[in-house]
């Protein structure tokens, strides 16, 4: 039978028998929950698919291997810009799109050999799905933690729609690379600020579960600030204004006061300003909309600002302050304004020597609390000159802040203390005299969950003619999408389902009165950010989820996926299961127990795409080489979590060793279900390592690895048979066993007609791996190196148990050992029993 014959009879047989369904809540084994991260249907599978649901399958077979009930399901994250984007091309219902695209997929899968459970599919378009999507906002908004407010966003002028702050790469849309501008709308927000602390310090327990380097960019998206708020009056303005700063013990050395430009409180002290500075500045601000958060935070760029001619009052002792608006200063930052402390904090400096601003210096790092510093030039303020170019992307500076330890000096009653003992003293005494209190601030803000898109989950608001907001009540979920039909999708700044007359216009059910829908759609994040608890209900009318099925299955076990969701994706999910565990419906608060992050598929060291021309077609290479000859070439390839160039990639190699493997099974004569005992001892030993080694492989997703141990054991037993033993050599057919078992996790159709060659009835996908044998594992002999001069002269075969004294005698004997040292002096012999004998020599 050819390789494709292979895979249509065990594709069949797996779809007939449902040979890898979950088992019930009568299925006393144990539960092991895997899943990879679902995709997105944007046409057929691609090699980024194969390596991903390749290496879940693995982890999902080898937990059934071991005796699990595993639950191994699969869905399609099928709303989203691409999909909408390609019906506008097409003049199109999205929907057509999509579920075509989530077909192929599905028979792209079941081509491959993944053992999913399939009936649980999902799809986050039907309504059954993104009906819970609606009744999650809605809880969150009972919560308070939805909430709508106007700020500046970030806009794609090109996808005509807002994006969060995780959805702009550099400056950039993340979907089309359009460049990301600043725009005020009103939206809705889930207050995921509210979880900053659980989501920070929840992921020590994820330490050594997670890649360190996702848990580091984890914490570095939350960033959390230890500091003070602090309360700063302003000249002509009744309220005073807050700013959040790390270092509130240098609040003596502030010099000036600095909001952001697209900051409300800019626009406010500007609007008072004279008519010269208001246009100045709303100049300066149109400016600053244009430029992204990556450039106005740069280190490396001139310092600009407008001086709006208002004074703020230090509250420690009462200095005017200049008040200027610079793009330096981020509106969403603590509250958008800044104490400008020019030399303790390099970007103020840089302003500061810009426009001749004071620089006042309160901290004296040359007497630091232990050792001594190198005395450096400093200027009349006492500021180090540093006149040299840094390096080759930074320009010379004329002066360096003084950000190291010291004591305090200039500070009035702090003097002479150590920083740490200055800021708590310094807290202590703003929070005393009124004028401020002890803070925490976050780099993490508020999820922007509206867009201005059609193919997403309706945000189940009402809008009434008064202003008011009603929620969409319960049993009226669904609020489903309308029918295309008349509405033009093409972006336009405001969702189309704003035009959809007979959608949109409805009553509050409890008062009568006209309202108007919400016309914005949810973040497809929300879609992705609790479907694995939908897998566990996923065809259910009255809940979102099974809380018992949850305390069953949940939290996943193994969670795949690329590296690329670090951020993004995580972050939400972490989010909302802790809302939900809040809620009192679900009992963990970490959603991944363990998570595997795989490498990129490239080709000539480039990421694959379709502009560029180099793609490797999925189906081309089933159509080629077959299911299993990808699945292991692509297994072979490397380590789990570094990417592999395509070049590395030998199906060729991979159709040989499975032949050489499949001719093996054939040759079996001896009878199956007969004892193991004697045979080859050398070949059983080969495989009952092999049985002790591959769970750690499996569990350390060492794949490539245990691909070379199944490599060498085919060998192994085809050298034996060669050999005179033959293939009734009971030990042969123990080997061959081995491999058809443990090849299932890579290679699961040839592994299942090895299987039934040996005799068995199938599934071999539910045969439980054999234990090692611990006397097997015991070495008789070893090879040991004799070495003279440093270079190796013979080998010897010696008992494992060997003493020092015994190998030394055994390599004098030796004949090449003799014959090597004629006419040297012997000077020393070192002995490893039982590895090696080293003669060091003269001569």
Same mark, same amino acid.
């Given at each position: 039978m050819s390789a494709h014959d292979i895979q249509s009879k065990w594709q069949q047989y797996w779809a007939e028998n449902d040979t890898f369904l979950a088992g019930g809540a009568d299925d006393n084994r144990p539960r092991k929950y895997v899943l990879a991260m679902f995709p997105y249907p944007s046409g057929d599978l691609h090699m980024g698919h194969a390596e991903n649901y390749l290496y879940s399958d693995i982890v999902a077979r080898f937990w059934r291997h071991r005796g699990?009930?595993?639950?191994?399901?699969?869905?399609?994250?099928?709303?989203?810009?691409?999909?909408?984007?390609?019906?506008?091309?097409?003049?199109?219902?999205p929907r057509e799109w999509t579920y075509k695209n989530i077909e192929q997929q599905k028979a792209g899968f079941r081509a491959y050999g993944v053992s999913f459970d399939w009936s649980r599919v999902l799809h986050t378009s039907d309504p059954e799905?993104?009906?819970?999507?609606? @009744?999650?906002?809605?809880?969150?908004?009972?919560?308070?933690?939805?909430?709508?407010?106007?700020?500046?966003?970030? @806009?794609? /002028?090109?996808?005509?729609?807002?994006? !969060?702050?995780?959805?702009?790469?550099?400056?950039?849309?993340?979907?089309?690379?359009a460049e990301v501008v600043k725009k005020k709308l009103t939206q809705w927000y889930f207050r995921i600020t509210e979880y900053a602390d659980r989501l920070l310090d929840d992921l020590n327990q994820l330490e050594g579960f997670w890649p360190h380097k996702v848990l580091q960019m984890q914490r570095n998206w939350i960033g959390r600030s230890i500091g003070a708020d602090v309360d700063f009056r302003i000249e002509g303005r009744d309220e005073p204004v807050t700013v959040f700063s790390t270092r509130p013990d240098t609040l003596h050395g502030a010099t000036f006061f600095v909001v952001a430009p697209d900051a409300d409180l800019a626009a406010e002290l500007a609007a008072d300003a004279p008519d010269e500075v208001r246009m100045r500045f709303q100049e300066?601000?149109?400016?600053?909309?244009?430029?992204?958060?990556?450039e106005r935070q740069s280190t490396d760029r001139p310092k600009t600002g407008v001086f709006l001619e208002r004074y703020a009052i230090n509250p420690v002792n009462g200095e005017r302050l200049p008040i200027w608006a610079a793009d330096y200063v981020l509106a969403d930052y603590g509250h958008?304004?800044?104490? &400008?402390? /020019? &030399?303790?904090?390099?970007?103020?400096l840089d302003f500061a020597r810009a426009f001749d601003l004071p620089v006042k210096v309160v901290v004296d790092t040359t007497a630091p609390l232990t050792g001594a510093v190198p005395v450096i030039p400093t200027d009349e303020d006492g500021v180090p000159i540093v006149t040299e170019t840094l390096d080759d992307q930074h320009p010379a500076r004329t002066g360096i802040a003084l950000t190291g330890e010291g004591r305090m000096i200039n500070s009035g009653d702090l003097d002479g203390l150590s920083k740490r003992n200055a800021i708590a003293r310094q807290i202590e005494k703003l929070e005393k005299d009124g004028l401020g209190r002890a803070a925490k601030n976050y780099r993490l803000r508020d999820w922007l969950i509206s867009r201005q898109r059609f193919w997403g989950t309706p945000i189940p608001m009402l809008h009434t003619e008064d202003g008011g907001i009603v929620p969409v009540a319960e049993e009226q979920l669904p609020v489903t999408l309308p029918s295309i039909?008349?509405?033009?999708?093409?972006?336009?700044?405001? *969702?189309?389902?704003?035009?959809?007359?007979? @959608?949109?216009?409805?009553?509050?059910?409890?008062?009568?009165?006209?309202?108007?829908?919400?016309?914005?759609?949810?973040?497809?994040?929300?879609? *992705?950010?609790?479907?694995?608890?939908?897998?566990?209900? /996923?065809? *259910?009318?009255?809940f979102a989820f099974d809380e018992d099925e949850a305390k069953r299955w949940a939290p996943i076990d193994s969670y795949i996926g690329g590296v690329e969701h670090?951020?993004?994706?995580?972050?939400?999910?972490?989010?909302?299961? %802790?809302?939900?565990?809040?809620?009192?419906?679900v009992d963990f608060t970490e959603p991944f127990s363990s998570l595997i992050n795989q490498g990129m598929v490239i080709l000539d060291g480039a990421k694959m795409s379709k502009s560029k021309g180099n793609l490797v077609l999925f189906q081309e290479e089933l159509d080629a080489h077959g299911a299993d000859a990808l699945r292991v070439g692509l297994a072979f390839a490397g380590p789990v979590e570094d990417d592999k160039d395509w070049a590395d990639v030998s199906t060729t190699g991979a159709q040989?060793?499975? *032949?050489?493997?499949?001719?093996?099974?054939?040759?079996?004569?001896?009878?199956?279900?007969?004892?193991?005992?004697?045979?080859?001892?050398?070949?059983?030993? &080969?495989?009952?390592?092999?049985?002790?080694?591959? /769970?750690?492989?499996?569990?350390?997703?060492?794949?490539?690895?245990?691909?070379?141990?199944l490599m060498e054991l085919v060998n192994a037993i085809r050298k034996t048979i060669d050999s005179g033993a033959g293939a009734g050599d009971p030990a042969v057919r123990e080997a061959t066993e081995t491999v058809a078992v443990m090849l299932d996790l890579i290679a699961p159709h040839t592994a299942e007609e090895m299987w039934e060659l040996l005799g068995h009835e199938p599934s071999v996908g539910l045969v439980q791996w054999q234990?090692?044998?611990?006397?097997?594992?015991?070495?008789?002999?070893?090879?040991? !190196?004799?070495?003279?001069?440093?270079?190796?002269?013979?080998?010897?075969?010696?008992?494992?148990?060997?003493?020092?004294?015994?190998?030394?005698?055994?390599?004098?004997?030796?004949?090449?050992?003799?014959? &090597?040292?004629?006419? %040297?002096?012997?000077?020393?012999?070192?002995v490893r029993a039982p590895k090696i004998v080293n003669f060091a020599v003269k001569g």
């Open positions: 699990h009930n595993v639950l191994n399901p699969i869905g399609w994250d099928s709303f989203g810009l691409p999909a909408e984007n390609a019906a506008i091309r097409r003049g199109a219902d799905y993104y009906r819970w999507n609606q @009744w999650l906002f809605l809880k969150m908004y009972e919560r308070g933690l939805a909430y709508r407010k106007k700020s500046p966003v970030n @806009w794609c /002028p090109n996808d005509q729609t807002v994006l !969060a702050n995780e959805q702009v790469v550099d400056g950039r849309c993340e979907r089309c690379g300066y601000l149109e400016k600053t909309q244009k430029e992204t958060d990556i958008g304004a800044v104490m &400008a402390v /020019p &030399a303790h904090d390099q970007r103020d039909e008349g509405l033009d999708l093409s972006p336009k700044g405001t *969702s189309p389902l704003g035009a959809a007359e007979s @959608w949109v216009r409805t009553v509050v059910p409890s008062t009568g009165e006209p309202a108007l829908r919400d016309p914005d759609t949810m973040d497809t994040f929300v879609d *992705s950010s609790w479907y694995y608890l939908r897998f566990l209900s /996923p065809n *259910s009318s009255e670090a951020i993004l994706h995580l972050l939400y999910a972490r989010f909302i299961t %802790k809302v939900l565990f809040d809620m009192g419906l040989k060793f499975l *032949s050489r493997a499949m001719r093996i099974a054939g040759e079996v004569t001896s009878e199956a279900g007969i004892g193991f005992d004697g045979g080859d001892a050398v070949l059983r030993r &080969a495989t009952h390592h092999l049985l002790a080694e591959a /769970p750690g492989l499996v569990e350390q997703t060492k794949f490539n690895v245990l691909v070379a141990r234990p090692a044998d611990p006397a097997l594992l015991v070495e008789d002999t070893v090879t040991t !190196a004799v070495q003279i001069g440093g270079k190796v002269r013979a080998t010897l075969e010696v008992p494992a148990k060997i003493s020092e004294a015994e190998l030394e005698a055994l390599a004098r004997s030796d004949e090449r050992v003799q014959r &090597a040292l004629e006419g %040297k002096e012997i000077i020393r012999v070192i």
